[in-house]
């Protein structure tokens, strides 16, 4: 079944972008990001980023990832540690999945980022072969409030267009949710923001077709 957009939602992107302000409230999203890191701190990972130092660890962007049992994960063709979920990952993971009806994911990717920490312009699909093809991925936010960004892809010259960058501010408990083409048409990214005072957790949910 394909999954279904809940009618309180704000359409970003019709068929491919949708944006649920305060899917948790905010006294609970606070609740949660602290059982959250709590139970995962220990698997985050400082992550490689490419700048004027040429390649280094930048340790205020970690990653870990975590899935159903048998559930697995590669990046590029290398296979990456999955860690099963937590209590409080699951809990969650099935509220996505009663949000958006007919989906349910099986896998949940946690990525913390400091103010002077960003994410490239990507496409998930691309490098991650379970994903199979335009997969739905969902990013619930925890923390400070960050700028998500959503660049088109231009198919003709297969490259980034400049042009019509979409930028989403993603707070507490907010939720966005990728799908149809969106994966295809977009790439997207977080971007350094110095200013903002704070950690921010993001978990993107998605399921794993070949596991």
Known sequence: MALTIPTSAQVIVPGKVALIKGWIP????????????????????????????????????????????GVTYSFKGKPKPMYPMTETLSL????????????????????SY???????????????????ANPVIVA???????TFSLHPWDHAKGKRNINGVINLKLGHGDMVVMH????????????????????????????????
């Open 26 to 69: 905010e006294d609970f999203a606070t609740r949660y990001a602290i059982a959250i890191v709590d139970e995962t701190f220990n698997r985050w990972v400082g992550q490689l980023k490419f700048g004027k130092r040429g390649r280094f660890f930048d340790k205020g962007h970690t990653m870990s990832r975590f899935g159903d049992p």
């Open 92 to 111: 969650l993971q099935k509220g996505v999945a009663h949000t958006l009806l007919g989906w349910e994911p099986n896998c949940c990717v946690i990525n």
């Open 114 to 132: 400091a103010p002077d920490s960003s994410l490239y312009p990507h496409r998930d699909g691309q490098y991650i072969p379970q994903l199979g």
């Open 140 to 146: 619930v936010s925890f923390g400070a409030t960050r």
């Open 180 to 211: 149809g083409t969106c994966d295809t048409d977009f790439q997207h990214s977080i971007p350094e923001e110095p200013e903002v005072v704070g950690q921010r957790i993001s978990l993107t949910f998605r399921k794993h077709i070949e596991v």
